[in-house]
């Protein structure tokens, strides 16, 4: 793997989620150099985080791993993982960026991914890749299949008693180590940073009672259902009991004008299906309700797997509840109104209860600082909805993924590609411009 | 005879786009297993002849795990062919008399870490409770 | 590609390479004594150690064992062979030998990561013996070239095979677009205005056309099929067969053009050239297959929610086409009398459930759902809400599936401008009946889920059915190129996860709605995407594949033909003549490498390259027989 960076590329991919993995990989293969900045310890976003993926319920890792891989082996590719893009100007026809390489505290080249220092450090936090129900380390490889497969040590948290640079076989592990910033040059960018969920939404909507530790995020959810999870099983977090009912709130944040997200995050419905459907499975006894408005199963096959969800006795009621309140034995109370059932308030407790966050644009869309338009939504704007979504305002910048809108894998992946189309055309007619005028 | 000096081997044959990676995880892992199990990988297990595993069993090993990537295989139908000479192979070891459970077809994914210990545990297990197929014919042809 | 067999060579001469790791290894592995056993073995001309192995320097060590001559393959014992089998496959490369001359041998992941004590090196000792077995019989490998027509072809000229026309041209591919019907636009040139932009869709098509008819790199067939298909990835032959139109319809349509040109006639398309007059056939060879047929309005079956028995019962692209026809300012009218009261239904002839739908006579159960209806419905409702404000609109749900990007938008207007929505039950779908007795000519009853259940009787002057997307007339072309469908009938993408836009067959390629339901956007970027996996195979020249392949051993085959029969992918194996008798052959670019044939033949005469039968034996015989030559438990 190529982890010292060449000063110029043909294109620059900002974010190394599945979206900036495909982009890469589609235009690599057309003969450009590609560099693909990735603020994460590893490439692979929210992708490589899920348990298994609808509707085929294959395993996320089994088909996330290879693209990371595929990027990471390819001749033409450099990923630059911990770093972030620091600015972007337009230069020379195209762009002049500045990298700021975050310090991992462990030197890339030397790290052999062992985990010694891992095992030796004394310190135990959260572990934010495991949902938060899991312990790591404050030295860590981020997770098993982590592309790449380099220690990072977290700062604030290091008590610096130095036993991880001691173990360390390589002596990769430097304490002392500077951020860096280094500066590259590329022709065209692909914006692919992803989203990120309304995780306030329990506090905004349900105010107290949202404090509970029963009450779980969908992605925590995916965690929990993982074969490589954080118990390994599905537990419930207060008392590590198995859960005999989980609920599912859908619509979470979106859909709702009060929240400021009118639109429909897209993925939730066939998620929540899913996740559904992987619970019957781990807990055959437990009674599983979805809370919804409409089911949105709307992609290839996604209706059939829906049906079966059904046939398979998973409860669909059509209500929007509010969390109110947990019981003496740990379960979650809602109240909603069934809109099919009459009418009328009712009550109901739930052993567990997922939220089906909405999904908000990342946390800095517009990484370049060159102004690129956003639509009403707030997301990345296209110029082009109906031909060519992945165009943006800017000439030589192009989007695919959930940076453009809330998505699946499947259509994040389809337009990653339709992204790489397009900045090839536009490499390509450049170099033709740059011919004849030479 | 030399193979009655050691524990009795089990040899596992695992997909190259699975089972392979599958149990790299359960290394990753760290999760122990017996070390008389020993992992050789293919692109298809459905490339083997029936009379392969027989002859595995005859070299000495006591029980083959065939790891397969089910219906998840990358090469469209191989696994239903592979079902087919698992099949057949319990016929052929059937007439020699063999006992079945030396011979086991599985699907193991690349994270199925728990999947992938109960299998070998349970070979291996049944390995050291029945020994080699070589001796237990031995034993009975004399 | 080398068919030597390994024994022909003079005796190998294998290194073995025992990685530390750092520790991570020799913690738990006696690494000197698995090198000092390995040095012992038949054929090992060099057994080394040392700390890390995929470091410079024992890389170095590795270069200079064969540069010097004194070994010709390896076999490195460290990590799982996914981390840095291509680093010392790089090594033989760099010492000009073949790369394939490399095998493998896991013992951390599978050694000293998973077992402790002396049997951790038992272990190794085995598998550093069975790699050094299989390296001994490994044979260099050549990777299979093919080479690649720089020229794809495109079939099906609506917005998505216009698009990877278009997108193959702009990276320097010559293109045959091939479309059946005189016209391009597709389904698109059906409509008005589209969402979630309000673009006449007219205007984007004229758009499009315009640039195709201007770009050399396209050559456009109209009013043509294919009648051949031969060849594979980067080598395909089609043959065409253009016609002039025939039937009615088409002439009509045909009738109402002037010039061709790029101009998209609302509601009937673009005419980019003059049809044919004559018949002709066309040869062509391809490097690459983008498939781009569309979809087709699901026709309701006589009597399925009035259709067909009562005039006013339209599918929604004919009240779609009937809104654009009124001129601006006047009321919604049919027939010359005014429309009062409307009920759209959604859901026609799709998300059909087993039990509860019955399929018509001939045709399977649509049970996909088609995804751009609701928005469509919502659209046309709110359209309709706005320019005939005098007109109640019922419309009639099963879930609202406003899911895109600006979708939502439409319900919130469509609701906000008082449109009545109904929730239905598939088991109690809406019953449309003609009503003598009421004011309005239709009836349509429905129980509103909502309301509890509440039976609701809707008067109304016309039913509109947003019916459903089904695949195109594809049954034709999936004989000729063995195209796979999916149980909807959509054509079928290999991985719908991994690779959304392939079909299993190495070369061919989808796009837009011949594989499931779209919008326009939707099938844009999937031709887009189809366009740039398409380019990046032909723009190349050749397309380089694996050399994992099938090989037959001609001096063993009998020609019986079993191996043909058991082969999953068409094509791949076949039987010739030769002066020697029948013998099977492999077609290196077609076949798959999963060795299903080398188990069904009874001669053992086919075997896939690097994962040959006697490499397993010699492996297996390795493992079993170690440990026990050094007289039990190391
Ligand atoms: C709970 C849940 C379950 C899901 N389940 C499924 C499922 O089963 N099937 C399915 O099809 N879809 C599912 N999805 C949707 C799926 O997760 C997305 O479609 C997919 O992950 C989108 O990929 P992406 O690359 O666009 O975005 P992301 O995965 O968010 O990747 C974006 C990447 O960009 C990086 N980044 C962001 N900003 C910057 C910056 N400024 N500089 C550098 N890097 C940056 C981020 O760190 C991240 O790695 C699920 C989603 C959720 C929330
Ligand atoms: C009622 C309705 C309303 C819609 N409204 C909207 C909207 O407002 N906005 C939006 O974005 N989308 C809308 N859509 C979806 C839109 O129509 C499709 O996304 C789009 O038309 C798909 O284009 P396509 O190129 O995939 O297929 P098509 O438009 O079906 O084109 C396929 C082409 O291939 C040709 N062909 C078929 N078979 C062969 C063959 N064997 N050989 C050669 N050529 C062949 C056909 O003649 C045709 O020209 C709507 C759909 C419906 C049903
Ligand atoms: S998009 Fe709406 S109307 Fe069309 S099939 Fe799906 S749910 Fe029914």
Not at chain 3, 62 to 86: F, K, M, N, W
Not at chain 3, 483 to 510: I, M, Y
Request: glycine share 10%; with cysteine.
């Amino acid at each position: 793997m190529n982890h010292a960076p060449e000063n110029h590329y043909d294109a620059l991919v900002v974010g190394g989620g599945i979206a900036g993995l495909q982009a890469a990989l589609d235009l690599a293969e057309q003969g450009f150099r590609v560099a693909v900045v990735e603020e994460d310890a590893s490439v692979g976003g929210k992708m490589i985080r899920l348990s298994k993926v609808f509707p085929t319920l294959d395993c996320a890792s089994c088909i996330t791993t290879p693209k990371m891989a595929a990027a990471a082996h390819h001749p033409r590719i450099s990923l630059l993982t911990y770093s972030r893009l620091a600015g972007l100007e337009r230069a020379g026809g195209g762009f002049a960026a500045r990298i700021e390489r975050k310090a991992r505290f462990v030197d890339e080249d030397q790290c052999i991914g062992c985990r010694q220092c891992e095992y030796a450090c004394p310190v135990l936090l959260p572990d934010a890749d495991q949902g938060g129900f899991a312990a790591r380390k404050a030295i860590y490889i981020p997770f098993g299949n982590a592309i790449p497969q380099v220690a990072l040590r977290e700062e604030e948290n290091c008590t610096f008693c130095g036993k991880c640079e001691k173990v360390c076989p390589t002596g990769a592990v430097d304490l002392l180590q500077q951020p860096q910033e280094i500066s590259l040059t590329a022709e065209a960018v692909v914006l692919a940073t992803g989203f990120r969920l309304m995780t306030d939404y329990p506090n905004r909507a349900y105010g107290p009672a949202a404090r509970q530790p029963n009450l779980i995020t969908s992605l925590q959810m995916e965690r929990l259902l993982a074969p490589h999870g954080p118990y390994m099983r599905v537990l419930r977090p207060s008392d590590g009991k198995e859960p005999d009912s989980v609920a599912f709130i859908q619509c979470a944040g979106s859909r709702d004008l009060n929240l400021g997200v009118p639109y429909c995050s897209r993925v939730c419905c066939m998620y929540a299906i899913k996740q559904a459907m992987l619970l019957s499975g781990a807990l055959p006894l437990a009674d599983l309700t979805v809370y919804y408005l409409d089911i949105r199963a709307f992609g290839k096959n996604y209706e059939q797997f829906f049906q079966n969800a059904k046939a398979m006795g998973v409860e669909f009621v059509k209500a929007k509840p509010v969390v109110v309140g947990s019981t003496a034995e740990g379960a979650v109370r809602l109240r909603y109104e069934d809109q099919e059932g009459g009418g009328g308030g009712q009550e109901r407790e739930h052993d567990l209860v997922v939220m089906s966050l909405a999904v908000l644009p990342a946390a800095e869309l517009d990484p370049t600082g060159l102004g690129v338009g956003l639509g009403a939504d707030g997301f990345l704007g296209s110029v082009s909805p109906k031909l060519a979504p992945p165009l943006t305002d800017q000439e030589g910048v192009f989007a695919a993924g959930t940076a453009l809108g809330p998505k699946d894998i499947v259509d994040t992946i389809v337009e990653a590609g339709a992204a790489a189309s397009q900045a090839a055309a536009y490499l390509a007619a450049r170099r033709a411009a740059g011919r004849a005028a030479a | 005879m030399h193979a009655t000096a050691q524990q009795p081997k089990v040899l596992i044959l695992a997909s190259e786009a699975c089972a392979y990676p599958g149990a790299n995880a359960v290394g990753q892992a760290h999760q122990a297993y017996s070390d008389h199990a020993y992992i050789l990988r293919a692109p298809s297990p459905a490339l083997f002849p029936p009379q392969f595993y027989l002859d595995c069993l005859d070299q000495g090993f006591a029980g083959i795990i065939i790891m397969s990537c089910g219906v998840e295989c990358p090469y469209e139908g191989a696994y239903q062919v592979l079902a087919q000479r698992v099949d057949q192979a319990y016929q052929l070891m059937k007439t020699r008399g063999l006992d079945l459970r030396r011979l086991r077809l599985t699907a193991i994914c690349t994270v199925c870490n728990r999947a992938f210990l109960n299998e070998v545990n349970q070979m291996t297990r049944l390995a050291d409770e029945i020994g080699p197929a070589r001796d237990a014919e031995t034993a009975q042809a004399a | 590609m080398s068919q030597d067999r390994p024994n022909n060579h003079p005796e190998p001469k294998v290194g073995v390479y025992v990685c530390h790791c750092g520790g991570n290894i020799s913690d738990q592995v006696d690494v000197e004594q698995v090198a000092r056993q390995a040095a012992g073995l038949p054929g090992v001309t060099a057994a080394r150690h040392y700390s890390f192995m995929c470091s410079d320097p024992g890389q170095q060590m590795i270069l200079e064992d064969l540069t010097s001559g004194r070994v010709d393959r390896v076999v490195v014992a460290s990590c799982a062979p996914a981390l840095h089998e291509t680093t010392f496959r790089e090594v033989l490369r760099r010492a000009g030998l073949n790369p394939y001359l490399y095998e493998h041998a896991n013992i951390r992941e599978q050694v000293s990561w998973v077992h402790h004590g002396p049997g951790a090196t038992a272990k190794a000792t085995a598998l550093v013996a069975a790699a050094t077995a299989k390296a001994r019989e490994l044979a260099p490998l050549m990777p299979i070239r093919v080479a690649a027509t720089r020229h794809a072809t495109v079939i099906g000229g609506g917005v998505a095979g216009l698009t990877a026309a278009l997108d193959l041209a702009a990276r320097g591919v010559e293109v045959a677009l091939v479309e059946t019907t005189p016209f391009l636009g597709g389904n698109l040139a059906l409509l008005d205005r589209t969402f979630p932009t309000n673009e006449a869709a007219a205007d984007l098509l004229t758009g499009l056309a315009r640039r195709v008819l201007a770009q050399e790199r396209i050559s456009l067939y109209t009013c043509a099929r294919l009648t051949g298909f031969s060849g594979y990835v980067g080598d395909f032959h089609l043959s065409l067969s253009q016609a002039p139109p025939r039937d009615d319809e088409t002439l009509e349509r045909l009738a109402r053009f002037g010039e061709p040109g790029p101009e998209c006639q609302p509601f009937r398309g673009v005419l980019p050239v003059a049809p044919p007059n004559a018949e002709r056939r066309i040869e062509l060879n391809t490097g690459a297959v983008v498939l781009a047929t569309g979809f087709r309005h699901y026709q309701p079956p006589e009597g399925e929610y009035g259709y067909r028995q009562s005039s006013r019962v339209l599918t929604l692209p004919e009240f779609i086409a009937l809104m654009a026809a009124i001129p601006a300012g006047q009321p919604l009218a049919f027939e010359g009398s005014p429309v009062a009261s409307l009920a759209l239904v959604h859901c026609v002839g799709s998300r059909q459930i087993p039990g509860i739908h019955e399929p018509p006579p001939g045709r399977e159960l649509n049970q996909h759902c088609s995804r751009v209806c609701c928005t469509a419905s919502l659209q046309a409702a709110g359209e309709a809400r706005e320019r005939f404000p005098e007109t109640t609109i019922y419309e009639l749900y099963r879930d609202i599936r406003s899911y895109g990007r600006g979708h939502e938008d439409y319900y919130l207007k469509a609701s906000r401008s008082g449109v009545v929505f109904a929730r239905f039950n598939p088991e109690d779908p809406p019953r449309v009946e003609a009503d003598d007795s009421g004011d309005n000519p239709l009836k349509v009853t429905v129980k509103d889920t909502i309301l509890a259940g509440e039976e609701l009787e809707l008067g109304v002057d016309l039913v509109v059915l947003a019916v459903g997307m089904e695949p195109g007339p594809v049954a034709e072309l999936t004989q000729l190129m063995k195209l796979p469908q999916g149980a909807d009938g959509f054509l079928q993408e290999v991985h719908p996860k991994l690779r959304p836009v392939e079909l299993a067959s190495g070369g061919l390629f989808l796009a837009g709605t011949c594989q499931a339901p779209m919008d326009v956007g939707e099938a844009a970027s999937a031709a887009a995407a189809a366009a740039v996996k398409a380019a990046g195979l032909v723009t190349r020249g050749q397309v380089e594949l694996e050399p994992f392949v099938a090989t037959v051993d001609l001096a063993r085959c009998d020609g019986c033909g079993d191996c043909v029969a058991a082969c999953l992918r068409e094509g791949a194996l076949t039987l010739i003549e030769t002066a020697a008798g029948q013998k099977a052959r492999v077609e290196p670019a077609l076949c798959l490498g999963c060795g299903v044939c080398v188990a069904a033949c009874p001669a053992e005469a086919i075997q896939v390259a690097g994962w040959s039968l006697p490499q397993f034996r010699a492996m297996v015989q390795a493992i079993a027989q170690s440990g026990a030559e050094q007289g039990g438990q190391a």
